[in-house]
């Protein structure tokens, strides 16, 4: 269905465009121009990852600095950078063989500067290269010896191998280009438009050069082994501490952001005290100790990939574990070539004792295959111990996340004297690196004024009982409230797949009670008991109750499951609710129904209610932006990836859009793509299919977009704008030749390192002392021309609170700096399923919660895909599970995922 087909109900009156130039009419044509452009070339839907025609959409400028608020002082995690105008010289650096780590490409470079100290001097004295570990090579003064014509200087660098045999490099060094300063300190003076990314990388390569070769780097921070602390997380696993540095452009200066940092590394230790703390062996005994295949297949899922070191010769050999193998030591033959010429069968056990004179303790346990696979090379695992410094890829389980939320959790106050400690331990100034290339690195942390919005008020209660209520540090409640739009439940059912010794009838009735009188005090009014209360057993058993339901009571509107905590059946109950017979479910914790509060009830209500269509709450119109002064939608969006190392499950896009003036209601679409992409391939159809939904549901065509698209690192919002922003209005234009309306593109991030930290303790809020909810900052840690903001939406509990980062990367609609800022907090206050502000708005939220929920969807469709042996790159194998993700017609319009 086309919107020509639906009468417009409202004349489309657009915003003035922003000053845009260099765009071509075609898709770039601001939405005022009434007249049709021509129709994209359709290759551009279908392909998308064929760049745009020649046009680039550049982000808007800021248009002015926010104004509203109660200013406040505050105290960020960025230090000021003072940069010597003039030029750096960058060099391509090849290293034959290629293919090493980047610790191992640091020690041939070093090596190479020790070696030829002739080459890096000049007559004032020696040059102290940086490097970045891959292919540049950054200097203060040009290299006398490296013209700047296309010679190359060749060296030859030898390293000692650990295990005694010397390794020969040879580094390839040729002149790539001069790097102005000037154009850097033009841009973040404000004087020019971009900043310049190889002058801004050269300086951070400057300043990470000395951590790079005293610490452990991952990703932009930088680990050291534990010294005076452990915290061991299980399963072989513990934390280490380190911090995060990197460089980045400001307003007037460059800031140097540094915070501390934790993640989970190996612990060092024999591989057969690491199986035992994995698999939960207690005793080893001996010749006894076999593995069964569940133990088996588990411990070589974590081993694979990881660097072993032997310990049964005198030369330390690392190798990489590639598989576990079937047979244990004993029975695993391999081909040995005796001195003859002639090649025997031997075991590895009969093989160690011969050659070694070792008799394995172990032999009733598997071997290690490391190396390449074909090679079969087998170690037993009592020589092997786990090579210390590797950090942890894979998915923490939920008891190590938990452990290592305990462990890293700091009040603000803490963490603040923490990066101060960070600070004056680096030493930046002492550094011969960044003297050499005149950067000075501020000690002290940048105060910087910020705002604390004023909350939106909200609205409960129907037509004739309106309440209104103002939140408070982020935080309101709903005593003697009832939900703006409560929905009435009659035909109900519970399922219980705790065992009835855990959950007896007598819980069950209780909680079915006071769940009754609690929603019936919201507004929500549950009209009589449930039609059916049964305990089940097993996961299988949920399909047939569910047909079972669907049949016996057509009518039914929820299914309330009580489970015992982690379980498959959660998967397979929103599984059948969602996609197969479209009906509202809601799991339960058994623990809450044995001991449930009236708050935990109330909280369960506010999901439940939006489930079933109702609405909890609204932002008072009279106080919501000039925004919303004609129909606007609200989309937001996000891409989840697979975890570390999982190179066949997709990745997941999903778009939430509003349907409702509010906003308070929100539908889903979600689609499958190629792993690890953060363009949404599939943008077009997604808008297309929202818009048409808006439209059905509203009886208007939305004037303005608005979209909150989370998900996406800093180096992708240029490829998400050029790809996205034309998905979009292509969506528009297919719906309608000339349907322009305004676009307001803000990209969220939380995945950063910037912490606020009150100046003045009485401005402190909650038990860990952080910022108020409300906090906003668009000034002096900001990007130098780009419109850009922290905010921190919510009142932090545990641990120092995180702003959220908001990039407006694209604005038909003319928005201040104020309205942005404004309409971003108070989508924070809309979010369904609490009392609280959250700490990003409220669309881009739920685009998280529809791409966790459908990867419940396709749990046993991503199992058949790891199964298949065949790696196929088309997107065949991805059919059944497009189709796992799609949900139910009756789930649609719901928000079924709350």
Request: glycine share 6%; net charge positive; with cysteine.
């Amino acid at each position: 269905m086309t919107m020509t087909e639906l009468q417009s109900s409202a004349p489309v009156t657009m915003p003035p465009p922003p000053d845009t130039t260099l765009i071509p009419p075609d898709l770039s044509t601001p939405p005022d121009s009434r007249e049709c452009s021509q129709s994209p070339p359709p290759s551009l839907s279908s392909s998308p990852t064929s760049a745009p025609p020649n046009h680039k959409f550049t982000a808007p400028r800021r248009p002015a600095l926010g104004q509203e608020g109660r200013t406040i002082s505050l105290r960020a995690n960025h230090l000021e950078v003072s940069v010597r105008p003039g030029y750096i010289y960058q060099y391509r650096v090849s290293i034959m063989p290629g293919g090493c780590p980047r610790r191992v490409n640091r020690e041939i470079v070093r090596t190479m500067v020790d070696a030829y100290a002739q080459v890096w001097r000049t007559s004032a004295g020696p040059i102290l290269p940086v490097y970045d570990g891959r292919d540049n090579l950054y200097t203060v003064e040009p290299v006398p010896s490296i013209g700047e014509s296309q010679e190359k200087l060749k060296l030859e660098v030898t390293l000692a191998g650990p295990d005694g045999r010397d390794r020969v490099f040879t580094v390839d060094i040729k002149f790539e280009m001069q790097i102005s300063l000037y154009e850097l300190i033009a841009s973040i003076e404000g004087r020019a438009r971009d900043v310049p990314e190889d002058a801004a990388f050269a300086l951070d390569v400057v300043l990470r050069h000395l951590p790079s070769m005293l610490y452990t780097p991952v990703g932009r921070s930088f680990f050291s082994p534990p010294t005076n602390y452990y915290h061991p997380l299980g399963g072989g696993r513990e934390v280490w501490f380190g911090f995060h540095q990197s460089v980045r452009p400001s307003h007037w200066k460059m800031t140097l952001n540094i915070d501390v940092s934790a993640t989970a590394f190996y612990k060092a230790q024999p591989v057969i005290d690491f199986t035992a703390e994995l698999l939960d062996i207690r005793h080893l005994d001996g010749d006894r100790v076999q593995l069964n295949d569940t133990q088996r297949s588990r411990l070589a899922k974590e081993l694979k990939g990881l660097k072993v070191e032997i310990t049964h010769s005198q030369i330390a050999r690392k190798y990489r574990v590639c598989n576990l193998t079937r047979r244990s030591a004993q029975m695993q033959c391999f081909p040995l070539q005796l001195e003859n010429g002639q090649t025997v069968e031997c075991t590895v056990a009969k093989f160690f004792l011969d050659k070694y004179g070792i008799k394995l303790r172990y032999p009733g346990l598997p071997c290690l295959q490391v190396g390449q696979e074909h090679k079969h090379t087998y170690l037993p695992m009592e020589v092997c111990k786990i090579v210390p410094g590797q950090r942890c890829l894979k998915k923490l389980t939920d008891m190590q996340t938990s452990t290592m939320i305990k462990a890293t959790a700091r009040s603000a106050p803490d963490r603040e004297r923490e990066i101060r400690n960070l600070i004056s331990k680096a030493d930046f100034n002492n550094d011969p690196y960044i003297k050499q290339f005149g950067l000075d690195v501020s000690q002290k942390m940048m105060d910087t004024p910020g705002r604390i919005l004023k909350p939106p008020t909200l609205q409960y209660g129907g037509r004739n009982d309106r309440r209104f209520t103002i939140p408070t540090q982020g935080v309101w409640d709903m005593r003697d409230k009832q939900f703006y739009q409560g929905t009435t439940i009659k035909d109900w059912a519970i399922a219980c797949f705790t065992p009835q010794q855990s959950v007896k009838p007598q819980d069950l009735k209780n909680f079915v009670d006071r769940l009754i009188q609690i929603s019936e005090t919201l507004g929500m009014r549950i009209v009589r008991e449930p039609s059916f209360c049964k305990y089940i057993h097993d996961a299988s058993n949920v399909q047939p109750m569910f047909t079972y339901l669907r049949n016996e009571f057509p009518e039914l509107q929820l299914i309330i499951v009580v489970l015992p905590g982690k379980t498959p059946v959660y998967a397979e109950v929103k599984r059948m609710g969602d996609s197969v017979l479209g009906v509202a479910t809601q799991c339960i914790k058994s623990k809450n129904v044995i001991r449930s509060t009236a708050q935990m009830l109330s909280n369960l209500c506010l999901k439940i209610n939006a489930k079933l269509g109702g609405i909890n709450t609204i932002l008072v119109p009279e106080n919501r932006p000039a925004l919303f002064k004609e129909p606007v939608v609200f989309l937001g969006a996000t891409v989840t990836h697979p975890p570390a190392g999982d190179n066949k499950k997709p990745s997941i896009a999903a778009l939430v859009s509003s349907v409702d003036a509010h906003p308070s209601a929100y539908s889903a679409v979600v689609r499958i793509q190629q792993a690890r992409k953060d363009v949404i391939n599939a943008l077009s159809g997604m808008v297309k299919e929202s818009l048409v939904n808006f439209y059905q549901q509203t009886g208007f065509k939305p004037h303005r977009i608005v979209m909150y698209r989370d998900g996406v690192s800093e180096g992708q919002f240029h490829a998400v704008l050029q790809f996205e922003l034309l998905a979009i209005r292509q969506a528009c234009m297919d719906l309608e030749q000339d349907y322009r309306p305004g676009i307001t593109f803000i990209v969220v991030q939380k995945r950063h390192h910037t912490r606020l930290f009150c100046s003045d303790q009485r401005d402190q809020s909650g038990r860990a002392g952080n910022v108020p909810a409300g906090t906003t900052v668009d000034a002096n840690i900001t990007h130098p021309t780009e419109n850009d903001f922290y905010l921190c939406s919510h009142q932090g509990i545990q641990g120092t609170s995180r702003p959220s980062y908001y990039r407006c990367l694209w604005d038909d609609n003319g928005l201040s700096a104020d309205e942005i800022q404004n309409l971003t907090y108070q989508l924070c206050h809309t979010y369904a399923r609490c009392t609280r502000s959250v700490s990003i708005p409220a669309p881009a939220y739920y685009a998280h919660l529809v791409a966790i929920r459908a990867r419940y969807h396709i749990i046993d469709k991503e199992h058949d895909v790891e199964s298949t042996a065949f790696e196929t790159n088309d997107e065949s194998r991805f059919v059944g599970i497009e189709k796992a993700v799609q949900v139910h017609e009756a789930s649609k319009n719901v928000m079924y995922f709350a």
